[in-house]
């Protein structure tokens, strides 16, 4: 059972427009394949890694957010910070509200 959940978003436009994308749908898969993420079937929405499971949104081309189920913390967080330090994207912490960047 998952002991956290969080949002992984681009960072916020600065005139607070619409949210921003994290990439098409292939270039989301190509980013977490290098962290040992991958879906359960192919084209899958539900993706496994070291720790944890991400959602995509189903049938988006542009992906804007996904959400991340913290399984396992000691493992999770260690991915999550290099990967989020590797493409710029950042954490929502759904608990708290808070921003996590790792630049």
């Not at 396992?72 to 710029?88: F, G, I, K, Q, Y």
Request: hydrophobic share 45%; proline share 8%.
């Amino acid at each position: 059972m998952a002991k956290r959940q969080l949002v992984i978003t681009a960072p916020a436009s600065p005139n607070g427009a619409q949210a921003p994308s994290i990439g098409t749908r292939r270039e989301v898969l190509a980013a977490l394949a290098n962290f040992n993420i991958w879906p359960d079937v192919p084209g899958g929405e539900f993706l496994y890694g070291p720790g944890l499971t991400l959602q995509l949104p189903p049938d988006a081309v542009e992906v804007t957010q996904m959400l991340v189920a913290i399984i396992e913390e000691d493992m999770a967080w260690s991915v999550l910070t290099r990967l989020c330090r590797s493409t710029h994207w950042q954490l929502l912490d759904l608990e708290s509200g808070r921003s996590l960047s790792f630049e």
